[in-house]
């Protein structure tokens, strides 16, 4: 009978955890906390598997979720004639079955996670693989927990006789078992019931404007999900599953922005170039569906190295690029003549090569093609040509167009004997040369230049690819402007086991606090050794800034030892 008794006491208890868990569902409190903890300890299960194989270990998993405190009202707050209804709801992501599993775990004020492991594995470095643990499932130091305890696990434990339990108690325990398998199904089924029409009635109620495009809306709404098709599919209004569905998309759209007249503008290579620097893949599958005679337009117009490896790479379908296609079927040409915007592409290709084009043409002419550059080009060499006149640029009055047909053919050949137009041969010449650009990306700054003084080829490697050596061969000036955009962290990494010759004149461009961050970063590095893709992307984004300029100081130092070499043959 005490069987019994226990066995009913059971079954209450039970009914009235579901009887209020099923409250609180009718109420909107949906909790997550469970599914967080679920998916973390199986990521963390993963990680140690892999850092501890064919070793027996139990992981749990504890959350304290971070969660907004629903602020009170009194009636002295309520004003007259003020509607509660018109307030907006803000929603707890906790309770939000839409909200994603990452938007959550940020939302966490501590994660208790408790590993135990078999006595038998002998742990060797407790430290090490706490922060391996921690970097790998994204848990933070010093807010997070993480306790290691190493116990003996035993697989199975044996029952010695079935005469130890009562047959009745045995009985009891099946039907108690039926009785919650049977309870829960039901009411999950009711759970699941409630939440659909709850969706279902909050996306009626949000839904965006019909008056907004699709193509607008995919951006407005996007809904990733946590798969390994992520990349492959792009998730909103519009979605892609299939990859002949989503070329054949693009394709209209591109049929539609190619049978401009206008076509290709400024601001389109803009937008592309910006496009180019966030997503290179994105961009290369992009220009994929492009048709061959377009793309060859759009390449030739390209401004840096960037577009020759775009170019040469197979591309992938990121969420970028339903994005980037509208916003270039929304660009607009600067001038309905053909020839005018080609001379406003070129002069933008020109990049710090600006000024030396600037020098030929007239004050007028200069303010004008300057007032129709991006300011980020025209602000500094109007500064330096200019000096005292350069406000006309934040002018409400548009420059007169004061160029003739004739001139401005004259301007475009000009520019283009400058900065000649990409071809289509240098991207076979980069991939014949990518074994060697590899070799760069990982060699010294001392090796770097004596490989780029030793090539005699044509194209040039600078064409091809910046070197980093290039900032080490500039004038005192230029390098604190570069130095000045990028962080301490940056130039340690890209510093990173140097010459002390080289590392002397970064040094000397650092006030006493700059030195000791920079310091202190490198011994930070030499504990934990960066990649060789780390330092050589930081390099390339300094190169990239420095070979410009390089190029400009070895030019006029060629034109001055020119200049002097006839002055001698004239005395």
């Known amino acids: 009978m005490k069987y019994f008794n226990k066995i009913m006491l059971t079954l209450k208890l039970l009914f009235l955890i579901v009887l209020t868990s099923v409250t609180a569902q009718e109420n909107g409190a949906l909790d997550r906390v469970p599914e967080v903890e679920a998916e973390l300890r199986k990521d963390i299960i993963d990680h140690v598997a892999r850092l501890i194989p064919k070793e027996s270990f139990s992981v749990s998993v504890k959350i304290i979720p971070l969660k907004r405190e629903p602020a009170s009202k009194t009636q002295a707050d309520i004003l007259p004639f003020y509607e509660s209804s018109s307030e907006p709801d803000f929603t707890e992501e906790w309770e939000d079955p839409t909200t994603s599993y990452y938007v959550l775990l940020s939302r966490v004020k501590q994660v208790v996670v408790n590993l135990s492991v078999d006595k038998a594995y002998a742990l060797k470095n407790e430290s090490d693989f706490k922060d391996n643990l921690f970097k790998s499932v994204g848990l933070i130091t010093g807010r997070d927990q993480l306790e290691i305890k190493m116990v003996e696990i035993q697989s199975f434990t044996k029952i010695t006789s079935i005469d130890d339990f009562n047959w009745l108690y045995i009985l009891g325990a099946t039907f108690f078992i039926l009785f919650f398998i049977a309870t829960f199904v039901l009411f999950n089924k009711l759970i699941n019931s409630k939440n659909s029409s709850r969706l279902n009635q909050e996306s009626t109620q949000s839904q965006i404007p019909s008056i907004i495009p699709p193509s607008v809306t995919s951006t407005l709404k996007p809904n990733f999900t946590k798969s390994s098709n992520e990349l492959n599919s792009i998730n909103g209004d519009i979605t892609f599953t299939d990859s002949l569905k989503l070329n054949s998309y693009l394709k209209e759209k591109i049929h539609t922005l190619t049978s401009k007249k206008s076509f290709p503008t400024l601001s389109m290579l803009k937008t592309l170039e910006d496009f180019l620097e966030i997503d290179s893949m994105g961009f290369s599958y992009l220009m994929s569906q492009f048709p061959e005679d377009s793309k060859k337009n759009i390449y030739s117009h390209g401004r840096t190295q960037n577009w020759i490896k775009a170019f040469s790479q197979s591309g992938l379908a ?57 300011k980020s080009l025209s602000l500094p060499i109007a500064r330096n040509i200019f000096p005292g006149e350069w406000a006309f640029l934040f002018s409400d009055k548009k420059t007169a167009h004061i160029l003739s047909d004739i001139r401005i053919k004259e301007l475009n050949e000009l520019a283009n004997k400058i900065k000649p137009l990409f071809q289509v041969d240098l991207i076979a010449f980069y991939n014949n040369q990518e074994e060697l650009i590899s070799f760069l990306k990982q060699c010294n700054p001392e090796e770097e230049r004596d490989i780029y003084h030793s090539y005699k080829g044509s194209p040039s490697l600078h064409e091809l690819r910046s070197p980093f050596y290039a900032f080490f061969e500039l004038e005192t000036p230029e390098r604190v402007s570069i130095f000045r955009k990028f962080d301490i962290r940056s ?11 080289l590392r002397a004149k970064i040094d000397e461009l650092m006030n006493d606090k700059e030195k000791f961050l920079f310091k202190t970063y490198l011994v930070e590095l030499d504990k934990n050794r960066p990649t060789q893709d780390e330092i050589s992307q930081t390099r390339e984004a300094i190169a990239e800034l420095a070979n410009e300029k390089y190029l400009l100081l070895k030019k006029d130092n060629n034109d001055l030892y020119s200049n002097e070499g006839l002055n001698e043959k004239a005395a």
């Open 318 to 374: 990121t969420k970028n690029v339903l994005l980037y296609m509208d916003r270039l079927l929304q660009c607009h040409p600067l001038s309905n003549e053909k020839e005018l915007e080609t001379l406003f592409i070129n002069t933008w290709r020109l990049g710090l090569q600006v000024k030396e084009f600037i020098t030929v043409t007239t004050s007028d002419e200069a303010k004008f093609l300057l007032c129709n550059m991006p």
């Open 491 to 501: 130039w340690a990494l890209a510093t990173f086991n140097i010459s002390r010759e």
